[in-house]
């Protein structure tokens, strides 16, 4: 969960990959935004805010992000279980096992339903008895701290390292003490399109932390095609 990677490290495959700004820069990230700059909070209908509800369930979907499930579903499956009233830890504690699954089902969320309905009943009783379900103390308990942050969300089931770096990518949009929280993913991505691999050059291309969390979003969406990588890259040259 780091923000930065040293310079240095091996490019992207198409050998762009730099550390520093470039001229073209602001061409490449007006397309990215405009076609790929979603929050996967936003997908899920989270109205993302320095408020527990919305905390909370930002949580809940990084959760199911963390799976090896595509994030359609994931995020069909977060909306499932919030539209249930699933969408606080009193409301998914007090909810029954079975209810938890069949949210789960309705989102497609099969492969991994039952384990993860334990999951997310523990980690709702983890919210509430430790952080009376508000994760703002969890962030003041961690001093502010990214890497405390981090330590802290890993203690709930189903967040290991790459949860905590999804919820991170996310909240930074409201959380500025966090910001910018660039991860490994992210990079990557930027190295693909050229853009600079460094947590520091690249956040600066963003204008806002709610910028960074649409920014990063959306090149973890890039990352996973070649053939989006070079749409975004053509559109951004005119060609």
Not at 15 to 25: C, E, Q, W
Not at 142 to 171: C, N, Q, S, W, Y
Not at 181 to 206: I, M
């Amino acid at each position: 969960m780091a923000k930065t990677d040293p310079a240095g490290e091996d490019a992207a495959e198409n050998g762009t990959a730099r550390n520093g700004p470039g001229k073209g820069d602001a061409a490449v990230l007006g397309v990215l935004l405009d076609r790929y700059g979603r929050t996967y909070a936003a997908e899920a209908g989270i109205k993302l805010a320095d408020q527990p509800k919305p905390l909370y369930q930002l949580l809940v979907l990084a959760t199911l992000l963390s799976a090896r499930i595509s994030a359609e579903v994931a995020v069909a499956a977060a909306k499932e279980l919030f539209a249930a009233g699933y969408g606080t830890p009193k409301g998914m504690r007090e909810a029954s096992w079975q209810d938890r699954v069949d949210a789960l089902g309705r989102g497609h969320y099969r492969r991994y339903d039952e384990r993860t309905a334990t999951m997310l009943g523990d980690g709702a009783a983890l919210a509430m008895d430790r952080w009376k379900g508000d994760l703002r103390r969890l962030r003041d308990e961690a001093g502010g701290d990214e890497r405390r942050i981090a330590d802290l969300l890993m203690e709930f089931p189903g967040i290991g390292p790459t949860g905590a770096d999804i919820f991170l990518r996310e909240v930074q949009a409201v959380w500025p003490q966090v910001a910018p929280h660039l991860d490994r993913r992210v990079l990557d991505g930027a190295a693909k399109l050229g853009l600079p691999r460094q947590a520091g050059p690249l956040a600066e291309l963003a204008s806002s932390g709610a910028e960074l969390a649409r920014l990063s979003a959306a090149l973890v969406r890039v990352s996973r095609s070649k053939k989006s990588v070079d749409a975004v890259r053509s559109a951004a040259t005119g060609r």
